[in-house]
T-cell receptor
Framework: GQQLNQSPQSMFIQEGEDVSMNCTSS?????WLWYKQDPGEGPVLLIA?????ELTSNGRLTAQFGITRKDSFLNISASIPSDVGIYFC????????????FGQGTTLQVKP | EAGVAQSPRYKIIEKRQSVAFWCNPI?????LYWYQQILGQGPKLLIQ????????DSQLPKDRFSAERLKGVDSTLKIQPAKLEDSAVYLC?????????????FGNGTRLTVT
């Protein structure tokens, strides 16, 4: 089946640093989504991207839908301790959001 | 707005036993999903309901897993009999509709351990 390759698998950074993570696929997606999951909780939507080339920001977070529609990246600027968690990319092959394919996740740890 | 409610939060059973999980979606959300998240992996869709009808259950292991949403609101997911590899977090999510403009809202999940 389709797979999303998310990298890096984990990151350990200093508070205040910028972070970048990305997701690639061999398939073309119509929608790219980025979620954050805290321990013991469900994923929470951070950013949704609907068009190739789209660049969207949400506070200190910025994400882009790749031109080829096979990749996406998420940047976090000026990281803070509460950014700690697991970040997942997810892609939708069709307009049906239920058919989300998730990446393996990037675990982010921030050192104060 | 109340979020997606799931129970129980944790469940430990022995292999070959049965288990059931319950989900109450956000009020008014027509679409409900069950995802399985194995430790260290992203969630994987098991089944999607639109109101009380099944839209997609292609990845549901139907020999042991079943799910229902009889009145188009609450849903239950059952495993019978459980296997060791079923150990995972089972996440329920809901959305207003089934288009890409209807974001999924996830519950906090039920963590199942099969021994």
């Amino acid at each position: 089946g389709q797979q999303l390759n998310q990298s890096p698998q984990s990151m350990f950074i200093q508070e205040g640093e910028d972070v970048s993570m990305n997701c690639t696929s061999s398939s073309i997606f119509n929608t790219w989504l980025w979620y954050k999951q805290d321990p013991g909780e469900g994923p929470v939507l951070l950013i949704a991207l609907y068009k190739a080339g789209e660049l969207t920001s949400n506070g200190r977070l910025t994400a882009q839908f790749g031109i080829t529609r096979k990749d996406s990246f998420l940047n976090i600027s000026a990281s803070i301790p509460s950014d700690v968690g697991i970040y997942f990319c997810a892609g939708a092959l069709s307009s049906n959001t239920g058919k989300l394919i998730f990446g393996q996740g990037t675990t982010l740890q921030v050192k104060p | 707005e109340a979020g997606v409610a799931q129970s129980p939060r944790y469940k430990i059973i022995e292999k070959r036993q049965s288990v059931a999980f319950w989900c109450n979606p956000i009020s008014g959300h027509a679409t409900l999903y069950w995802y399985q998240q194995i430790l260290g992996q992203g969630p994987k869709l098991l089944i999607q309901f639109q109101n009380n009808g099944v839209v997609d259950d292609s990845q549901l292991p139907k020999d042991r897993f079943s799910a229902e949403r009889l009145k188009g609101v609450d849903s239950t997911l059952k495993i019978q009999p459980a296997k060791l590899e079923d150990s995972a977090v089972y996440l329920c999510a809901s959305s207003l509709g089934d288009s890409t403009n209807s974001p999924l809202h996830f519950g906090n999940g039920t963590r199942l351990t099969v021994t």
